[in-house]
């Protein structure tokens, strides 16, 4: 879109709005020329209300500031705000993540619908935070508030995506929580205390885990580091995480019927959180909804790779879904805070991004030519879909056909102090210790706790690794995957994991072949029963575990190979396991577990995939 001119509005910088505490937050209003009322749309970020988000970058190349973002709404007669969360720069408060922004969300809506420049009708966006502060505020049916657009963020349930995962956590939280205590309050007008924080080495950090409240590299700012071991040592699913602000799950039926544009991706971190919202407001609301889910990273929609795999001119957001990000915000914005009675009667809406299909050479940028294209749906799972049984067998295959026969297993070591690295996948925040998106699964010494050798990581003896004979045809696996898995441990508790492969045949260009990621999951084995109530293990007594990778939307063409990666460890994405029943967050006395996979007529381990039938 052309972007309007500056003249064109009337800016109120560093508005304080007071909060029922007491509490000011500073607030941004960029008003229209002329007389309202108009309606409104806000953002609510703890990344600066002032500075140009990350992600406002368009396929042009123009990186967008928050005036120009301004004018596109104000010259379609809409007042933007942009707002700085509790104790973030020019607001007051201490920062707490996530667990303030329901109720300060609330007052803020609250303030604005009582301004004589605002009709009533309120519309919010916003990325990551800023998606987690919209659903906190709508989970209080906060005033005014008519319409959302949820970008890679906005949490379901953040006990099972967002801060910890399968019962494990997530160590993303500790890199975002030592960025972001840099730019804090109190560092910035502490040139010493900002000093210190600045000589901390991240990276030795992590190869000293576990971390403890005064010995990490958050003591300098006891209020990023209370609050980090406060998600850390919270195992149990109980009150804590029920708590407005991360648990949407708990509050659908106080959030209003709104339509809402859910948008994340396969390589990002909320692929969970932006499923089950989606879901659970189209079976919910009667208000129309809508779902994009690209290839990308973290707000990445419009660079064309994740990581090592290039997806193809299809892939952006620009020119693809629409003229381009802003100008979708707007339109968004028109239809539903300017509603006609055609619009409100709209159905559902599916963007959902097939990989796959690519030629498979490495492109001039060193790249994975992946591949993809578009699908349009008016539902998720997509239309003619079923379940597919992959069954796993002594002879370390994946097949369709029941087991038979008599028991059989297969068995490893998981050592807490050598844990499995993680090469890529769907997360976000973890610079500079791992990065997300698609790799080849190879020991590189780009990636932490790497050997280096570039040796395949499905070669390691803690990693089991189970697969398909080469595809007679393409499969799409396209929606929620499950592992079912009947495992042993000689341990009082334990992790395990799982991470769906596309494997390459070898190639000129990748003699070896290329084993590409597609999404993975986790257990906490002391959770397999309830994340309530948790419960050690019997050393050498079978159950039943289930891992839910995130849901993914893969071509896995003819020729290749699918491929099953079953281990105990995936760090740094997750923190380890120390395999001796210890409190969570703690690791005193770490021990090797001897950990074994069942397979079987009386233990049918299993991998579950959601297909497309006209692809089989």
Same mark, same amino acid.
């Given at each position: ?209 576990? &971390? ?125 805070? @300017? ?135 393409? &499969? ?5 995957? @499950?592992?079912?898995? &009947? ?11 799982? @991470? ?30 309830? &994340? ?11 159950? @039943? ?72």
């Amino acid at each position: 879109m052309t972007l309007p001119a500056f003249e064109n509005m009337h800016i109120v910088r560093n508005q304080m709005i007071t909060l029922r505490d007491g509490v000011r937050l500073a607030t941004d209003i960029y008003l229209p020329l002329g007389s309202g009322p108009w309606p409104v749309v806000i953002e609510r970020t703890p990344y600066d209300k002032s500075g140009p988000s990350r992600s406002e970058k368009r396929l042009d190349g123009l990186h967008l500031t928050r005036e120009q973002m301004a004018a596109a709404f104000t010259e379609q007669g809409f007042v933007a705000i942009f707002q700085d969360c509790r104790g973030r720069y020019r607001s007051e408060g201490v920062f707490t993540k996530y667990i303030n922004e329901g109720e300060d969300g609330y007052d803020t809506l609250r303030w604005i619908v009582e301004q004589p420049w605002c009709n009533g009708h309120i519309g919010s966006m916003g990325l990551s935070y800023a998606a987690h502060t919209q659903m906190a505020m709508a989970c209080c049916n906060a005033p005014g508030l008519k319409t959302m657009v949820l970008d890679s963020g906005g949490f379901a349930n953040a006990y099972q995506c967002g801060i910890r995962q399968g019962g494990a956590f997530e160590l993303k939280q500790a890199t975002w929580a030592y960025k972001q205590a840099q730019q804090s309050a109190a560092v910035q007008a502490d040139p010493q205390l900002r000093e210190a924080l600045a000589q901390e080495d991240i990276l030795d950090w992590f190869a000293r885990m576990p &971390w403890r409240p005064g010995h990490s590299p958050l003591r300098h700012v006891p209020e990023y580091e209370n609050y980090l071991f406060e998600q850390w040592s919270h195992g149990d699913f109980d009150q804590y995480w029920k708590q407005l602000g991360i648990y949407a799950e708990g509050f659908y039926e106080q959030i209003p019927d709104i339509p809402v544009l859910f948008m994340s991706s396969w390589y990002d971190a909320y692929v969970s959180c932006t499923l089950d919202n989606f879901t659970a407001f189209t079976a919910r609301k009667q208000s129309p909804q809508r779902l994009i889910m690209g290839p990308w990273l973290h707000g990445d929609r419009n660079i064309s790779y994740s990581g090592n795999a290039e997806f193809g001119n299809a892939a952006p957001f620009d020119g693809n879904l629409g003229e381009d990000w802003l100008s979708c915000r707007v339109e968004w914005m028109q239809r539903w805070l @300017k509603p006609t009675d055609a619009e409100r009667s709209a159905t559902h809406q599916v963007d959902v991004f097939l990989m796959g299909g690519g030629s498979g050479r490495k492109n001039a940028q060193g790249r994975l030519e992946h591949g993809g294209r578009w699908l349009k749906s008016p539902c998720w799972p997509l239309a003619d879909s079923q379940q597919l049984n992959l069954y796993l067998t002594p002879q370390k295959a994946l097949s369709p056909l029941a087991p038979v026969g008599p028991p059989s297993s297969l068995s490893y070591f998981s050592d807490p102090a050598h844990p499995v690295p993680t090469i890529g996948g769907s997360l976000t925040s973890g610079a500079p210790v791992f990065v997300g998106g698609a790799f080849n699964q190879i020991e590189s010494p780009d990636f932490f706790g790497t050997r280096g050798d570039h040796s395949a990581l499905c070669d390691r003896d803690d990693v089991v690794s189970f697969e398909t004979q080469p595809l007679e045809h393409d &499969w799409v696996v396209a929606g929620p995957v @499950k592992v079912e898995l &009947w495992v042993h441990s000689s341990a009082p508790d334990t992790d395990f994991t799982a @991470k769906l492969v596309d494997v390459y045949p070898p190639s000129d260009d990748y003699p070896q072949g290329y084993a590409m990621n597609i999404t993975d999951g986790i257990i906490r084995c002391r959770y397999r029963d309830s &994340w309530e109530h948790p419960a050690p293990l019997t050393p050498g007594e079978p159950f @039943k575990v289930v891992i839910e990778p995130f849901a993914t939307c893969n071509l896995f063409k003819r020729g290749h190979r699918l491929r099953l990666d079953i281990a105990s460890s995936n760090f740094p994405r997750f923190d380890v396991n120390p395999n001796s029943g210890e409190a969570e967050g703690m690791g005193e006395h770490p021990q090797v577990a001897r950990n074994t996979v069942h397979i079987g007529a009386g233990h049918p381990s299993r991998l579950i995939l959601t297909v497309v039938n006209s692809a089989l």
